[in-house]
Nanobody
Framework: QVQLVESGGGLVQPGASLRLSCAAS????????MGWFRQAPGKERQFVAA????????YYANFVKGRFTISRDNAKNTVYLQMNSLKAEDTAVYYC???????????????????WGQGTQVTVSS
């Protein structure tokens, strides 16, 4: 089992950057594929990005390609989401999630992730 705690959200202006962090407890963080999702009010939870266990492979939703970067530091039990060129439509609660399935597929649906953090609010507004 793993506990996840996100941080780094906040209120920023359009075009700004934020880096979200997700700290994991436990000694088996490197055994989980990790993902970031987001959920805006009244909308379903939406896939943002995923990363493989060693961190060599990543996958992104089309709407964040070229703007967001997912990375991980297994020595620090932390996964990051660097968000650049933020837009108003990026406003949402951002969640990190851990996928324990022992395959190489980077999953994109919430049901395929086993553990979730509590979320961190990102608001992009002028």
């Amino acid at each position: 089992q793993v506990q996840l705690v996100e941080s780094g959200g906040g209120l920023v202006q359009p075009g700004a950057s934020l880096r979200l962090s997700c700290a994991a407890s436990g000694r088996t963080f490197s055994s989980y594929k990790m993902g970031w999702f987001r959920q805006a009010p009244g909308k379903e939870r939406q896939f943002v990005a995923a990363i493989s266990r060693p961190g060599g492979r990543t996958y992104y939703a089309n709407f964040v390609k070229g703007r967001f970067t997912i990375s991980r530091d297994n020595a620090k039990n932390t996964v990051y989401l660097q968000m650049n060129s933020l837009k108003a439509e990026d406003t949402a609660v951002y969640y990190c999630a851990a996928d324990s399935v022992l395959d190489i597929v980077l999953h994109t649906t919430p049901a395929e992730y086993d553990y979730w953090g509590q979320g961190t609010q990102v608001t992009v507004s002028s």
